[in-house]
């Protein structure tokens, strides 16, 4: 295959991490982006246009999942080699999604390392899988294809340089919003001065409150913001995207929040970038009575902590917790944390 010629469509939904893949892509000149797309139907729709030479396919994608949208592409553009990038670790799902065909699986969270060499493996006929998911299935499956290399990075996403930082879950109840203000913008203070990156998911008037306080420690806040080291989203609307039947999708919710997490993490300056997140989302479902939802959102929180270089500090209003302090509801909450703040 000339190097010239290498046409590769990308398939990822949150464009944050689908720019991270293409200015990756772009570091070798050999390697042309031709085609983004953000829907599984509109992957199967371009592979059929553009016949490029490959796909980078997420999992999660909208409209047509990207398992489903592989065995269509295989169909519609048999000479196209098909490459996933998931933060998807399910030993079942990587095997599935290598039956369509496809000879490589990158975690998202090992992106950084993987990549590159995974697309030049897979350009090869060989088999690419990230060492820091099981890759006896692809073993088993060698006779399958050409592949003869298998490959990956013994690292994993929450690195121990970082002990002390990160697998913290800690939460803050306040009575008004000067408590929680005066903890929140220390707590964010205290990460962007250290270089790292922070990720702050609040409703209007508490980003608006945070931002004020930061600008009076002396932060440059919009510095900070054109980094990609501060990102703030409004809860309410991120909260809402997850919501199935009155509960979170889970494997959606790891899935975003991990991007996001690593799109932050990018930004973060040093030789081991950490993330601190603030949330209040669980507090809004919390307010709208879905406590089920809440909780869920808490032990998914746990599992980002376990996953990544990030610690999370939720919020919650002492006056949406029914029973007070000694009501079951408090309790749960609290058991979900590794610290609890109650002034």
Request: charged fraction near 25%; include cysteine.
């Amino acid at each position: 295959m000339p190097a010239s010629s290498i046409r590769i469509l990308v398939a990822e939904d949150y464009s944050a991490f689908r720019r991270y893949l293409v200015s990756t892509l772009h570091r070798r000149a050999d390697y042309q982006v031709v085609c983004e797309v953000a829907d599984g139907s509109e992957a199967v729709q371009k592979a059929r246009e553009f016949q490029t030479d490959l796909i980078l396919l997420d999992i999660g994608l909208p409209s047509l999942n990207g398992i489903e949208a592989a065995r269509r592409i295989r169909s519609v553009s048999p000479n196209s080699k098909i490459l996933f990038v998931s933060e998807n670790r399910s030993s079942d799902v990587i095997e599935e999604a290598l039956r369509t065909g496809a000879l490589g699986y990158v975690v998202k969270s090992d992106a950084a390392s993987d990549l590159l060499p995974a697309v030049e493996a897979v350009l090869q006929g060989k088999n690419f899988v990230s060492a820091t998911v099981s890759v006896q299935h692809v073993n088993d499956r060698r006779d399958e294809h050409t592949a003869d290399h298998v490959s990956g990075k013994k690292v994993a996403p929450a690195s121990p340089h970082n002990a002390a930082f990160v697998g913290h879950h800690e939460v803050v109840f306040y009575s008004d919003d000067g408590q929680l203000l005066d903890r929140l913008s220390q707590f964010i203070a205290d990460v962007l001065n250290a270089g790292n990156a922070a990720i702050v998911i609040a409703t209007e008037s508490h980003r608006d409150g945070l931002v004020r306080r930061l600008q009076a420690y002396g932060l440059e806040i919009g510095a900070a913001i054109e980094q990609g080291r501060y990102i703030a989203l409004d809860a309410a609307d991120t909260i809402s995207a997850f919501i199935v039947n009155g509960m979170l999708d889970s494997a959606r919710f790891l899935e975003s929040f991990g991007n996001l997490i690593l799109t932050a993490a990018n930004a973060a300056k040093g030789e081991h970038p950490c993330v601190a997140l603030f949330g209040e989302a669980a507090d809004l479902l919390w307010k709208r009575g879905n406590v089920e939802a809440a909780i869920q959102d808490e032990e998914l929180c746990n599992q980002l902590t376990k996953r990544y270089d990030v610690t999370i500090l939720c919020g919650y209003s002492s006056g949406n917790i029914e029973g007070g302090k000694d009501g079951e509801a408090f309790q749960r909450i609290c058991a979900e944390h590794s610290a609890v703040y109650s002034p």
